[in-house]
């Protein structure tokens, strides 16, 4: 064991990369790549209806404390936690209960999570996974060299929602019925009871393990705010342990944990455990690891497959329009794309896991899942996350979530966000405005006309027809346009015309006249184009600021211009066509290259905040369309992405679902990827308004 402060830094290092699973209901399971407990929302398994709230997760199980005790040796903890220490002559202080990481040989995220130890004389499997469908965990531990050892596993368990804390109480209950493989731990009033399924021997406890320290989480008290931030922690309950011999390589123990109790009847009615049913717990995991493993394995495929596909037609339409530059026939073989090789293909099987972990299949539409922990979807983000499977060429799942959007139009509002209740709350335009975005993207780019067509014509170009002409005369929250055409938002004093928004705003009307062009309406597109033109010329002139090199924030009522340096005005460049002419392009992308730009991500103001790297997707496409995808652009947005990449590996930020939809829309369709020629596709038209 190494001195405390070694151990911490290193554990809280190894901490870092995250990982997470999703039933598709609304269940999760998140935690770390070393098995630690790094934030209040990581825990083995949340759902809906677990707890007082039907609507919003609550935590079911929060991990598993496991151990192994070789022959003749030492037990080991395999799974490190975060204490919190009180002193009475100084702060509270943070540290590492077990090291683990001489024992933690290697851990993979996907297809779902799984670590390897291994120790003096043996070698250790754990893997967890979900099941598709049912708020269930499924755990194996699998001796894969040497033995005998012996394994004990108990689970801790707490009764609150996702951001809340536990804290000791007599009311827990506890293990209250068990038969042979099988117990039913009940927790407070009011939050259903966990049954775990075992293939060992339970043993009943009634213990608290005291002081889970959450050093990600910062946590103010409300009764106090002026003695600052403060690590949380809480008391997780022991309601007992499994002990089972691993006597020989391949033996292995097996644990299921969930708060439907019936589970295991369920899955033999939707004739999922086989035909007839299997009737041991080892059988009925292979049967439902068979079917997740090929479900996730049809993702993964499906993924690449759809991101080389689009892959190819970009690079395919970069080169045809070099070739039309250079006024040449053909685009010089050294031109064309490339495939993914097997590091690339594995980044973008991780991004399109987190996007496929997101959605969350409602009774009326298909969600997105932006803010897990509240069970809430931000429009915008969820918008983002469309135009990601675009990207992936999963035309159904995205043109399912902008349907969701259109089913909820109000006087041209998309919803700002949906309630864990699923319902709408309505303010500002920027929904609607990815909304144009997503479906335009599903126009130019599934090459199903007749899908596409029917698409539009069944109300989706209808509706956006709609939406820009009730923000052009006025909806609700002050959402209107000006005599200038600029977009502003807000009511009274608080009415503000931004430049995200208004670039955001340009993109909907070029969009919206290349669908009025698809739809046959071909008098509607010229106006909308006109709209544009004219806007492109008052925003350059409003809003452009050349002390700085860089673009005004905001305009008020009273005419007053506010500056500040935001990630989000790259969007006046990173979405086709740009907005600002390249020279101020070019100027604009400096500034916020120089004042926003890290390793990990992009500062929301300038060298402040923690890096978010959503924002590394649209900077990597301003920074190519700026200066024309010349080659010292190209060499340094792939410098950047890369160095991402590594660092992405630990780094501490978690990645959401929309900044993964970002980066996989920068990965695939902006670097400069190489195949051979023959592999190349005939259509280049998809990207022509890039």
Known sequence: MQPGQDVLAALLDASARTWRLSDGRGSLARGTASGAVTRREHALLSAPGVGPCA??????????????????????????????????????????????????????????????????????????????????????????????????????MVARSLEGLEHETPEFRGATTGIPGRVRCGTVEGYAPLTLWHGGAFMPARAWHRGLAY?????????????????????????????????????????????????????????????????????????????????????HDAARAGAEHTLRLAAKARAARRAANAKSRSPSPEAEPSSLGPRDAELVARLASRLHDALHERADRTSVLTDPARALERGPDALRVAAGLVTLREFDLARDIARGYLAYLDEGLAPEWFDAAGMPVYGSPESSLWLVHVVDLLARRDDDTERTLGFLKEGAHAS???????????????????????????????????????????????????????????EHAAFYMAWARELQRAFVERFWDDESGSLLHELTPDGRALRAVSPAHLYAVSLPPMLLPPELAVRLVRTLSRELLATRGLHPRPRDGAPEPAWLGPWAAATLRAHGRDTASAHRVRAVLERWCVAGEADAHEISARGAADLLRAFVEELDHRVPAEALETQTDLFRSS
Request: with cysteine; aromatic share 6%; glycine share 8%.
């Open 215 to 299: 050093p990600h989480d910062v946590h103010v008290d409300p009764d106090d705010p002026d003695r600052g931030a403060a690590t949380p922690s809480e008391d997780a309950f022991l309601p007992g342990w499994v002990q089972r011999e691993l006597a020989e390589p391949g033996a292995s123990l097996h644990i299921v944990a969930s708060p439907e109790e019936s589970l295991f009847r369920n899955l033999a009615s939707e004739q999922r455990l086989g035909t007839p049913p299997a009737r041991t717990l080892a059988d009925c995991l292979a049967m439902l690891d068979l079917a997740e493993g090929e479900r996730r394995a049809r993702w």
């Open 464 to 522: 956006l027809e709609g939406v820009l002409q009730h923000l052009r005369a006025g909806s609700r929250h002050g959402v209107h346009c000006d005599r200038d055409g600029f977009l502003w938002a807000g009511e009274g004093d608080a009415a503000r015309a931004r430049a995200d928004l208004n670039a955001l705003w340009y993109h909907a009307l070029v969009a919206m006249s290349q669908l009025g062009k698809l739809a046959g309406r071909r």
């Open 55 to 156: 609507d919003r997760p609550a935590v079911a199980l929060l991990r598993f404390d496991d151990r192994v005790t070789p022959e003749g040796g030492p037990a080991v903890e395999l799974t490190p936690a975060f204490s919190l220490s009180c002193r009475a002559d100084g702060p509270p202080t943070i540290s590492a209960r077990a090291n683990v990481l001489p024992l933690l040989e290697g851990f993979a995220e996907l297809p779902w999570p799984r670590w390897r130890f291994r120790g003096d004389g043996w070698l250790l499997e754990r893997e967890y996974r979900l099941i598709e469908g049912h708020p269930a965990l499924l755990a194996t531990w699998r001796l894969l060299a040497g033995g005998p050892v012996r394994l004990h596993v108990a689970p801790l």
